[in-house]
């Protein structure tokens, strides 16, 4: 097999594992409103059942025990950690503080933010397409918030654009360094998200049914997601891997409207749209040009 086509076959998988992991992510909107804890506590659990999974799939990857990988982790993986457990935990609370649609809009920045992340870094340049479809994605992200754009505080907003920021951070890393096995580093960002809400959560308040919902929440929505972008990520474009996880933002929607009845407003149905046709064109040209 060419390089080229080896190229294209990786860059088709790493697209694949990020689109999966948008779509695990997809599902945080329906726990969090399933969920009957606190802000801070759903921040402690779901931390706490994702770094006991995340640390049990290095441990299996590394077959070197539980420890040993994190050891291993150097700045790079420690900063990629602090990056995520930002993120982690100040989306949970912009969603406290401002209204989903703020969130929305303003987290679909993120990859504006890493793609010149990566071109100051590492020089990685943004294909035209890719800023087209950026673009296009941002504006869908405007026109499913238009209902409720511009309602939220400006602390909820604030923290909201601290997630995309360190979304983006997170995954240039991811990039920069794709040498590296990142799972071990997925674990210690949770390890901080349950240090960062042990104070102001009260987590002996959760009951039993919340503590399965949470399990799921750490386990497989933040966990497993984690796995499959930290390895997606580190074979595509930076600019790429953000922009697929956009598709987060469409599908949230689509879990609620099937689990508890609420209806997407036709703006939403009509952003989202905009987003998916976004990701499409962009994912055929770039199969087309390979």
Same mark, same amino acid.
């Given at each position: 097999?060419?390089?080229?086509?080896?190229?294209?076959?990786? +860059?088709?998988?790493?697209?694949?594992?990020?689109?999966?992991?948008?779509? $695990?992510?997809?599902?945080?909107?329906?726990?969090?409103?399933?969920?009957?804890?606190? *802000?801070?506590?759903?921040? $402690?659990? +779901?931390?706490? $059942?994702?770094?006991?999974?995340?640390?049990?799939?290095?441990?299996?990857? %590394?077959?070197?025990?539980?420890?040993?990988?994190?050891?291993?982790?150097?700045?790079?993986?420690?900063?990629?950690?602090?990056?995520?457990?930002?993120?982690?935990?100040?989306?949970?609370?912009? #969603?406290?503080?401002?209204?989903?649609?703020?969130?929305?809009?303003?987290?679909?920045?993120?990859?504006?933010?890493?793609?010149?992340?990566?071109?100051?870094?590492?020089?990685?340049?943004?294909?035209?397409?890719?800023?087209?479809?950026?673009?296009?994605?941002?504006?869908?992200?405007?026109?499913?918030?238009?209902?409720?754009?511009?309602?939220? !505080?400006?602390?909820?907003?604030?923290?909201? #654009?601290? *997630?995309?920021?360190?979304?983006?951070?997170?995954?240039?890393?991811?990039?920069?360094?794709?040498?590296?096995?990142?799972?071990?580093?997925?674990? #210690?960002?949770? @390890?901080?998200? !349950?240090?960062?809400?042990?104070?102001?959560?009260?987590?002996?308040?959760?009951?039993?049914?919340?503590?399965?919902?949470?399990?799921?929440?750490?386990?497989?929505?933040?966990? $497993?997601?984690? @796995?499959?972008?930290?390895?997606?990520?580190?074979?595509?474009?930076?600019? %790429?891997?953000?922009?697929?996880?956009?598709?987060?933002?469409?599908?949230?929607? @689509?879990?609620?409207?099937?689990?508890?009845?609420?209806?997407?407003?036709?703006?939403?149905?009509?952003?989202? !749209?905009?987003?998916?046709?976004?990701?499409?064109?962009?994912?055929?040209?770039?199969?087309?040009?390979?």
């Amino acid at each position: 097999m060419s390089s080229t086509a080896a190229s294209g076959a990786d +860059r088709r998988r790493g697209a694949a594992l990020v689109a999966t992991a948008a779509l $695990f992510w997809s599902l945080g909107g329906l726990i969090a409103r399933l969920v009957a804890t606190d *802000t801070w506590s759903t921040v $402690f659990w +779901r931390s706490v $059942f994702a770094a006991a999974f995340l640390l049990g799939v290095a441990a299996l990857q %590394e077959r070197r025990g539980l420890w040993g990988p994190i050891r291993d982790l150097g700045a790079p993986g420690v900063a990629m950690a602090l990056c995520f457990a930002t993120a982690s935990t100040c989306f949970i609370n912009a #969603l406290a503080h401002t209204t989903v649609a703020n969130a929305l809009v303003i987290q679909s920045t993120s990859p504006f933010i890493a793609a010149l992340l990566a071109l100051a870094w590492m020089g990685e340049r943004v294909p035209r397409r890719t800023w087209l479809a950026m673009t296009a994605a941002l504006m869908g992200a405007m026109v499913m918030a238009s209902h409720s754009w511009g309602s939220g !505080s400006l602390s909820g907003d604030a923290l909201a #654009l601290v *997630t995309a920021i360190a979304f983006a951070g997170a995954t240039v890393i991811v990039r920069r360094h794709r040498h590296l096995r990142m799972t071990a580093g997925a674990a #210690l960002a949770n @390890v901080f998200s !349950s240090l960062f809400a042990w104070l102001p959560a009260q987590p002996a308040q959760a009951g039993v049914w919340d503590l399965a919902l949470l399990a799921f929440f750490g386990a497989a929505q933040l966990g $497993f997601g984690l @796995v499959l972008f930290t390895a997606g990520a580190r074979l595509i474009p930076v600019a %790429e891997a953000s922009l697929i996880g956009v598709l987060e933002s469409v599908l949230g929607p @689509v879990w609620v409207w099937l689990a508890i009845g609420e209806t997407p407003a036709p703006a939403a149905l009509l952003g989202g !749209s905009i987003i998916l046709g976004a990701l499409i064109v962009h994912t055929a040209l770039d199969w087309r040009d390979e």
